[in-house]
T-cell receptor, first 115, second 114 residues
C-alpha cells in the first residue's frame, strides 16, 4: 500500500540556517504530494504541493521538488526564521477508480528555530 | 470564506460519557474527513465522506466511534462511551474534488477524557 516516510525530529536550527526535511514515499498510482505545516494549537495548513513528476512546489521561501526516480519530495528553505518553528507533515494523495483514494500523512517533523 | 469550522474547540468529559464533535465543511466541498492526532500515533484518518456518503471507515478504532453527515454542511463524530485513551485532538477537513487534492483543515477539537 501507499506510505510516506519522513525524517524524525526534532530538528533544531539557528536562524538563517539552511533547512532540509527529507520525505520519501511509496505509491501504487501517480500521487500528488504535499507539505503541510502545523503551528502550535492550530490545524494543518497547506504549505505547498506538486501534482506530477519534476514539478516544484514553493511558498513562503520553502520549496520541494517531486522526484519520481527517487520517490522523494524533500522540503528545503534557504534561510529559516524563528517564525518557521512548527511541525511539518509530508503527505500524498493517490486516486483509485471511482470514488476511492488514499490520503496519507507522514508522522511529522518538529522544527525549532533558535534566534 | 470562513474555512472549516469545528466545535467545540475544547471538550473535557468523564469516562463513560457520550461526546459529540461537530464540523461544518467549506461550502461547496464534496469530501469531508475526520482525523485524530496523538503524540503516540500521529495523525490518523478515521473516516471520510463523499457527497455525504461514508466511503471508508476502516480507520474508526472501534464500535464506540460513529460518524454521520446528514447534509452537505454538517457532520458529527460521536464517541459513546468515551474512554481516557480517546483523549486526542480531532480534526475535520474538507476537499473539493474538482479543485484538486488539497484538504483544508479545521482548527481541531481537543478532547480530554478523565
Amino acid at each position: 500500500g501507499d506510505s510516506v516516510t519522513q525524517m524524525e525530529g526534532p530538528v533544531t536550527l539557528s536562524e538563517e540556517a539552511f533547512l532540509t526535511i527529507n520525505c520519501t514515499y511509496t505509491a501504487t498510482g501517480y500521487p500528488s504530494l504535499f507539505w503541510y505545516v502545523q503551528y502550535p494549537g492550530e490545524g494543518l495548513q497547506l504549505l505547498l504541493k506538486a501534482t506530477k513528476a519534476d514539478d516544484k512546489g514553493s511558498n513562503k521561501g520553502f520549496e520541494a521538488t517531486y522526484r519520481k526516480e527517487t520517490t522523494s519530495f524533500h522540503l528545503e528553505k534557504g534561510s529559516v526564521q524563528v517564525s518557521d518553528s512548527a511541525v511539518y507533515f509530508c503527505a500524498l494523495s493517490d486516486q483509485f477508480g471511482g470514488q476511492g483514494f488514499s490520503f496519507i500523512f507522514g508522522k511529522g517533523t518538529r522544527l525549532l528555530v533558535k534566534p | 470564506d470562513a474555512g472549516v469550522i469545528q466545535s467545540p474547540r475544547h471538550e473535557v468529559t468523564e469516562m463513560g460519557q457520550e461526546v459529540t464533535l461537530r464540523c461544518k465543511p467549506i461550502s461547496g466541498h464534496d469530501y469531508l474527513f475526520w482525523y485524530r492526532q496523538t503524540m503516540m500515533r500521529g495523525l490518523e484518518l478515521l473516516i471520510y465522506f463523499n457527497n455525504n456518503v461514508p466511503i471508508d471507515d476502516s480507520g474508526m478504532p472501534e464500535d464506540r466511534f460513529s460518524a454521520k453527515m446528514p447534509n452537505a454542511s454538517f457532520s458529527t463524530l460521536k464517541i459513546q462511551p468515551s474512554e481516557p485513551r480517546d483523549s486526542a485532538v480531532y480534526f475535520c477537513a474538507s476537499r473539493h474534488r474538482a479543485l484538486g487534492d488539497t484538504q483544508y483543515f479545521g482548527p481541531g477539537t481537543r478532547l480530554t477524557v478523565l
